[in-house]
């Protein structure tokens, strides 16, 4: 119990010498910092704006990345894709789908076909022929819980029938203006190499912003594209949807080692989509590095400005040598001015990029009606940017500091 | 102190300052140092607060050689034993007339007493009631009473005055004369005073006169006196 309040005093008093040390020049820095309002601000300015780009740029780029990974994930390959490896699925989809939602984090689990296909369309009279559109051939039940490319057709419905299609935007410009109710026919190679023709009634128009959607393609009911593919039970590929995404390698490993026999091949978004991601991922590094160099450029304004700061400040810091103060005390409060001038800039600069941030998510920011940004609000990366620009000001003042302490008391009081 | 020297400048341009000066000063004194612009006082006055460094020579305050001391130690020294009045006063314009005069004792580190004993000399230079007011708001004769408070928080060993009345009219600089002499009586504080108008100061202890960097006791009229 003594020792307790032995070791308690010792704080006492360590804390009290520690206040009292602090005290006068923390006082003094920030005295001489608020009475230059306009060099206070200048320097504040400086930081706010460096964290400020940061988060612009994150908001920005890493939204859209994002942006594209939520669409890729929504609208094409799930959380994880399962493919055959060498051709296509030939086992029941239904028995893969219903593996795969029987496992807690599962969301939902779709069918997918690909194919490619000729489509033409007598619009007035006139024959309008596309060549090698890309078809996707989907289960209508199953698809619009495991993919939101249904919230995608701006004008009808998605594919209900197995005579329903439903053409990209893109395509459907490319057809002479395509519409809802539009008759088509759609040429596709069989796996005997047999022409199979189709008619299909326009159900709906798809038209994605950002276009990762199926803006160029058309979509037919999975059982139609068999059918006209002569591959009746076969899929291309299974969309798996996760509750929590994180789980999609888990869930992968899983899956792999249930079918050990079989010739699956699992991926992750990230694997599937790597070479479409890759390219983004270094120029969000790049922006990123830009964005620092910013804050290099805070710190360089805030240099000129302590150095402004100290060269003002002169003739005191001449008085204050005369009358005593260290050289180390000089140091320590022009340092305190750094520490003072990072903390608001860092505050301010943090709350006004978060407050971008917000706006960004809750408008659901994007440019020119194309995808809207996916923004979230990544606490590590706002307290480490904070924290970085807050070093930078103090080590940027570290030189400002050092001449400071530099002067010499009869010289600097001879400075008007 | 011995055999002081102070040379600026090399070559041609060297400028002897001061040539073997020699001088003790007692404790409780009120040292007059007077002589004409460019004499050398100011240089002397330099070299005892440490600001500046003796070509050659030694400064003893108090017992310790000055002159051997660190830039760390110098300033200590000059926090402990020496208080400064300037021509200007020179007071932090940031911190208001309380804080100035507690400065001293603040970078001393001992701020327990340092308000009250702040508050007890700046009621004895009579500015009790501008305690709260910005150092930058107050006229120049208070300023030089603030400078004055200062100089004496920490009870140094000696108070060094570079021209105090220089800047102020005829009435306030005649108040802060009084002034110092009602510390250095009441305080038995050690004064050493260098103007260039010596009639200001009316009876002292002690009178030096520099010329051309050389050092007289006495004043420079009762000299001539003597000599004719």
Redesign the interface.
């Known amino acids: 119990m003594s020792i307790i309040l032995v070791l308690y005093l010792q704080y006492i008093k360590y804390q009290t010498?520690f206040i009292?040390?602090v005290?006068?020049r923390l006082?003094?820095a920030k005295?001489?910092l608020f009475?230059k309002k306009g060099s206070l601000m200048g320097a504040v300015l400086a930081v706010t704006v460096g964290i400020l780009v940061i988060h612009v740029n994150f908001v920005i780029f890493q939204g859209l990345f994002d942006a594209i990974v939520r669409d890729l994930t929504d609208y094409r390959f799930g959380n994880l894709q399962v493919t055959d490896e060498d051709d296509y699925i030939d086992k029941s989809d239904a028995s893969l789908v219903n593996w795969f939602e029987r496992i807690p984090y599962v969301y939902a689990a779709t069918p997918r076909l690909d194919s490619s296909a000729a489509i033409n369309i007598t619009k007035f009279g006139k024959k309008i022929e596309e060549t090698r559109i890309p078809i996707v051939g989907v289960d209508p039940l199953r698809d619009i819980r495991a993919s939101t490319a249904h919230t995608t057709v701006t004008d009808g419905q998605y594919v209900f029938a197995r005579n329903s299609i439903v053409l990209g935007s893109s395509v459907a410009r490319d057809l002479g203006g395509a519409q809802v109710g539009d008759d088509l026919k759609l040429k596709i190679v069989d796996r005997y190499g047999q022409d199979q023709i189709r008619r299909f009634i326009v159900t709906g128009i798809a038209n994605s912003p950002g276009g990762n959607g199926f803006d160029y393609s058309a979509v037919i009911h999975i059982d139609t594209l068999r059918d006209m593919m002569n591959r009746d039970g076969f899929t291309g590929s299974i969309m798996v949807k996760l509750n929590d995404p994180s789980k999609s390698t888990e869930l992968k490993n899983l899956f792999l080692q249930a079918f050990s026999n079989d010739e699956f091949k699992a991926e992750t978004l990230e694997e599937v989509a790597e070479q479409q991601l890759a390219g983004f991922r270094s120029g969000i590094a790049m922006i990123n590095m830009i964005g620092y160099f910013g804050m290099m450029s805070s710190a360089f304004a805030i240099v000129t400005i302590q150095m402004m700061l100290v060269n003002g400040k002169t003739?005191?810091i001449?008085?204050?040598?005369?009358?005593?103060?260290?050289?180390?005390?000089i140091l320590i409060i022009f340092l305190f001015q750094g520490i003072i001038i990072g903390a608001i800039g860092a505050t301010v600069g943090t709350a006004a990029g978060l407050g971008y941030t917000i706006y960004a998510k809750e408008t659901k920011m994007s440019f020119n009606n194309s995808l809207p940004l996916e923004v979230t609000i990544q606490w590590d990366k706002v307290i480490q940017t904070a924290l970085t620009s807050f070093g930078l000001a103090i080590v940027a003042s570290l030189y400002p500091s050092y001449r400071a302490t530099k002067l010499l008391?009869?010289e600097a009081?001879r400075t008007v | 102190m011995y055999n002081l020297n102070k040379y600026y400048g090399k070559g041609d341009t060297e400028v002897h300052a001061l040539r073997d000066i020699s001088i003790t000063v007692n404790k409780g004194e009120f040292l007059l140092i007077v002589g004409s612009s460019g004499s050398g006082k100011s240089t002397l006055l330099n070299m005892i607060g440490l600001l500046d460094k003796p070509s050659s020579g030694k400064i003893l305050i108090d017992g310790i050689e000055t002159t051997k001391l660190n830039d760390s130690k110098i300033s200590s020294f000059r926090n402990k034993k020496l208080g400064f009045i300037f021509q200007f006063s020179n007071l932090l314009p940031d911190l208001t007339v309380l804080e100035n005069v507690m400065l001293p004792r603040q970078i001393l580190g001992t701020n327990d007493s340092a308000k009250q004993d702040a508050i007890e000399l700046l009621k004895l230079v009579g500015l009790e009631d501008q305690l709260q007011k910005r150092a930058n708001k107050i006229s120049g004769g208070q300023a030089q009473r603030v400078a004055i408070a200062r100089g004496l928080v920490n009870h140094p060993t000696i108070v060094l005055a570079d021209e105090p009345t220089g800047n102020l009219d005829s009435i306030s600089a005649q108040n802060i004369v009084q002034l110092m002499k009602l510390m250095c009586k009441k305080l038995g504080q050690t004064f050493i005073v260098v103007t260039h108008d010596r009639h200001q100061f009316g009876d002292v202890d002690r009178v030096i006169t520099i010329k051309d960097g050389r050092s007289f006791e006495g004043e420079e009229s009762q000299r001539l006196e003597i000599t004719a």
């Open positions: 010498i009292d040390y005290e006068y006082q003094l005295r001489m009475n003739r005191e001449g008085v204050m040598r005369a009358i005593g103060a260290k050289r180390k005390d008391p009869i009081m």
